[in-house]
Nanobody, 121 residues
């Protein structure tokens, strides 16, 4: 069974940066596309970014394009989300997902518990 554990969330001021990490275990990491989603209070879960199995292709939500970067290290079984120029509207619980291939959450097979990111002065 795949297990995903996120880390790296916290409180940051507007304009600041954070790097989220997701540790993957239980299966062969390099076989899975990986993604990040987020959910703010009272809102639906929304797609943030995705990366294919070998890191050769990435895809971003328009709201984060140019500010966030998704990457992966198949030797370490990790996927990352570098978040720069953070805005208050980026505040949400960020979750790592594995085994999907679209912007729709229901298409992704495995999920982590999430890590809170709060952008506030």
């Amino acid at each position: 069974q795949v297990q995903l554990v996120e880390s790296g969330g916290g409180l940051v001021q507007p304009g600041g940066s954070l790097r989220l990490s997701c540790d993957f275990s239980g299966r062969t990491f390099s076989l899975y596309n990986m993604g990040w989603f987020r959910q703010a209070p009272g809102k639906e879960r929304e797609f943030v970014a995705a990366i294919n199995w070998n890191g050769g292709s990435t895809y971003y939500a328009d709201s984060v394009k140019g500010r966030f970067t998704i990457s992966r290290d198949n030797a370490k079984n990790k996927v990352y989300l570098q978040m720069n120029s953070l805005k208050p509207e980026d505040t949400a619980v960020y979750s790592c997902a594995a085994g999907g291939g679209s912007v729709t959450a229901i298409d992704w097979e495995y999920w982590g518990q999430g890590t809170q990111v709060t952008v506030s002065s």
